[in-house]
């Protein structure tokens, strides 16, 4: 049983059902996503039942799949992104060269879950055209593409978000980065403790903690002021 009060969702707050969470891409039947506002909001949004990992904790994996990574944003050629296409049935990667703009403009690819490897996929070649990476620096695409996919089904995560950008010598490197890990396989079995391990409920809402203690996920709504108005008549 569920009570829902309100018309609008908190900021950067998934209000859906439990499997819906927020990557860049166009909501529609089968797949659940929003249009991106502000640049901000690459690592902003929140879906309870599932960790996001804080933007240095994220980079810091890529780090671990040999993934250069900018210690400055030097400017972005936009957006990959791993995620789930429930119309499709399969995994899918979304781009876009613009993250702000409409999401029907965006590249999304599903692809097959039984692929090994995908750096040396066709997809790669129009990623990069999406991307406007030059032809000499595909390959390290490439590559960030399989760490990413690599990360997906090791680490059991429903959305891998990563912000791109080619500098001046023509090195492709990670410089923005949003990772989100479905945690039932951890509560049902204890798998991917490690990444579990880097939730810190002192950053949280307590009372959020508190009620999923009691399997309850409560959402605070933080409102300015509160009004109770007394019915004519009462």
Same mark, same amino acid.
């Given at each position: 049983?569920?009570?829902?009060?309100?018309?609008?969702?908190?900021?950067?707050?998934?209000?859906?059902?439990?499997?819906?969470?927020?990557?860049?891409?166009?909501?529609?039947?089968?797949?659940?996503?929003?249009?991106?506002?502000?640049?901000?909001?690459?690592?902003?949004?929140? +879906?309870?039942?599932?960790?996001?990992?804080?933007?240095?904790?994220?980079?810091?994996? @890529?780090? +671990?799949?040999?993934?250069?990574?900018?210690?400055?944003?030097?400017?972005?050629?936009?957006?990959?992104?791993?995620?789930?296409?429930?119309?499709?049935?399969?995994?899918?990667?979304?781009?876009?060269?613009?993250?702000?703009?409409?999401?029907?403009?965006?590249?999304?690819?599903?692809?097959?879950?039984?692929?090994?490897?995908?750096?040396?996929?066709?997809?790669?070649?129009?990623?990069?055209?999406?991307?406007?990476?030059?032809?000499?620096?595909?390959?390290?695409?490439?590559?960030?593409? +399989?760490? @990413?996919?690599?990360?997906?089904?090791?680490?059991?995560?429903?959305?891998?978000?990563? +912000?791109?950008? /080619?500098?001046?010598?023509?090195?492709?490197?990670?410089?923005?980065?949003?990772?989100?890990?479905?945690?039932?396989?951890?509560?049902?079995?204890?798998?991917?403790?490690?990444?579990?391990? @880097?939730?810190?409920?002192? %950053? %949280? /809402?307590?009372?959020?903690?508190?009620?999923?203690?009691?399997?309850?996920?409560?959402?605070?709504?933080?409102?300015?002021?509160?009004?109770?108005?007394?019915?004519?008549?009462?």
């Amino acid at each position: 049983m569920a009570l829902i009060g309100g018309l609008e969702a908190p900021a950067g707050r998934v209000m859906g059902h439990a499997g819906a969470w927020t990557a860049p891409g166009l909501q529609k039947r089968g797949y659940h996503a929003t249009r991106r506002t502000t640049p901000a909001s690459i690592v902003g949004y929140q +879906q309870k039942r599932s960790l996001y990992l804080k933007q240095a904790q994220a980079l810091e994996i @890529l780090k +671990q799949k040999s993934v250069p990574v900018a210690e400055e944003d030097s400017g972005s050629n936009g957006l990959i992104c791993i995620s789930i296409d429930r119309s499709a049935l399969s995994p899918c990667i979304v781009a876009s060269s613009d993250p702000e703009s409409d999401p029907r403009h965006l590249r999304r690819i599903p692809f097959s879950y039984g692929q090994a490897t995908v750096e040396n996929h066709p997809m790669v070649a129009e990623l990069a055209d999406q991307l406007n990476i030059p032809s000499s620096s595909r390959d390290q695409l490439g590559s960030i593409v +399989q760490a @990413l996919w690599e990360i997906f089904k090791e680490k059991e995560a429903f959305v891998l978000e990563c +912000q791109i950008g /080619v500098s001046a010598d023509g090195t492709v490197a990670a410089h923005g980065a949003r990772f989100g890990f479905d945690d039932a396989a951890y509560r049902s079995s204890g798998r991917q403790e490690e990444i579990h391990r @880097l939730r810190n409920t002192s %950053e %949280e /809402v307590p009372e959020e903690v508190e009620a999923e203690k009691y399997g309850i996920v409560y959402v605070k709504y933080v409102v300015a002021s509160t009004f109770l108005g007394k019915p004519a008549g009462c």
